[in-house]
């Protein structure tokens, strides 16, 4: 059975810094690609980062670029999201994901699947 699990959320004051885990089972996290993506209230669901499994490349959503880093520990059979300058607009539930099939647009939800419960970023003072 696929399943990702993401931890790491916490409650934390503009201009910190979190880092969140998604842990993969059921199948070869490394051979898949892993997207990050986050649901604010009464917002739709949007992609984060993504991070390919073959090379590690990553892609970005403008809105974090330059401020969260994701990478992969594939012998843990997890990856991370460094998440760094956190704004209160990054407030969220934050959820990992693997495409459900061979092609997919890292910031589109669609193409992703299963969910988890997310894990809950709260950016205030």
Known sequence: Q???VESGGDLVQP?????????GS??????YAIGWFRQAPGKEREGVSCIT????TTWYA???KG???MSRDNG???????????????TAVY??????GGTYFPEDPLFFGPWGQGTQVTVSS
């Open 15 to 23: 201009g910190g810094s979190l880092r969140l885990s998604c842990v």
């Open 95 to 100: 959820y990992c994901a693997r495409p459900r």
């Open 67 to 69: 401020r969260f880093t």
């Open 53 to 56: 499994g073959r090379d590690g």
């Open 2 to 4: 696929v399943q990702l």
């Open 76 to 90: 843990k059979n997890t990856v991370y999201l460094q998440m760094n300058n956190l704004k209160p607009e990054d």
């Open 62 to 64: 403008d809105s974090v």
């Open 26 to 31: 059921g199948f070869p996290l490394d051979q």
